[in-house]
Antibody, heavy 118, light 111 residues
Framework: EVELVQSGAEVKKPGESLRISCRGSGYSFADYYIAWVRQMPGKGLECMGR????????SYSPSFQGHVTILVDKSVSTAYLQWSSLKASDTAMYFC???????????WGQGTLVTVSS | EIVMTQSPLSLPVTPGEPASISCRSS???????????LHWYLQKPGQSPHLLIYLGSNRASGVPDRFSGSGSGTDFTLQISRVEAEDVGVYYC?????????FGGGTKVEI
């Protein structure tokens, strides 16, 4: 069974750094891109970007380019989403998802809630 | 980027009755391979989204056959033949043709 397990909720202050994780299991991790999706409180879904675990090639949505970094360590089947300096506006639920053969997001993590507040 | 527009924003439904959601894209989603790169997701309250329909009309594994997808090019429809109480939540369409992947704004289905 394909499973994506994300790290737990985080509470941070503005300006702090953060890295959240997404570990895949039940499939060949290197064979599928991982995407990150943001959902701000009460809002819809936004794709932030994606990464190829084979070579760490990343593609960011223009709205998120330069604001976050997507990383992967295929040796532990884990993708990461990283901020160097958080803002209050980064408060959101973040989902990782596996990018399927048809560019569909065919399996999703449980979500990581990030709260940024002074 | 491709803009996805859903309607309605909110859809009150009655159990046992049909329901329909529309999704329109700003660009043609028909790939040269003949497939429409349009996918549908359901996010039930308090849960992660999950895939319902891929490539416009194919039900994902485990999805009941009361769900169906149709359409081509820029206009797509998700239909529920007979709504059940467990179908409440927010439905999203998403295009997978071009980066960045983009979602519609969502349709909230409630009893």
């Amino acid at each position: 069974e394909v499973e994506l397990v994300q790290s737990g909720a985080e509470v941070k202050k503005p300006g702090e750094s953060l890295r959240i994780s997404c570990r895949g299991s039940g499939y060949s991790f290197a064979d599928y891109y991982i995407a990150w999706v943001r959902q701000m409180p009460g809002k819809g879904l936004e794709c932030m970007g994606r990464i190829d675990p084979r070579d760490s090639y990343t593609s960011y949505s223009p709205s998120f380019q330069g604001h976050v970094t997507i990383l992967v360590d295929k040796s532990v089947s884990t993708a990461y989403l990283q901020w160097s300096s958080l803002k209050a506006s980064d408060t959101a639920m973040y989902f990782c998802a596996r990018l399927g053969n048809w560019n569909d997001l065919d399996s999703w993590g449980q979500g990581t809630l990030v709260t940024v507040s002074s | 980027e491709i803009v996805m527009t859903q309607s309605p924003l909110s859809l009150p439904v009655t159990p046992g009755e049909p329901a329909s959601i529309s999704c329109r894209s700003s660009q043609n989603l028909l790939h040269g391979n003949g497939y429409n790169y349009l996918h549908w997701y359901l996010q039930k309250p308090g849960q992660s989204p999950h895939l319902l329909i891929y490539l416009g009309s194919n039900r994902a594994s485990g999805v009941p056959d009361r769900f169906s997808g149709s359409g081509s090019g820029t206009d797509f429809t998700l239909q529920i033949s007979r709504v059940e109480a467990e179908d409440v939540g927010v439905y999203y369409c998403m295009q997978g043709l071009e980066s960045p992947l983009t979602f519609g704004g969502g349709t909230k289905v409630e009893i």
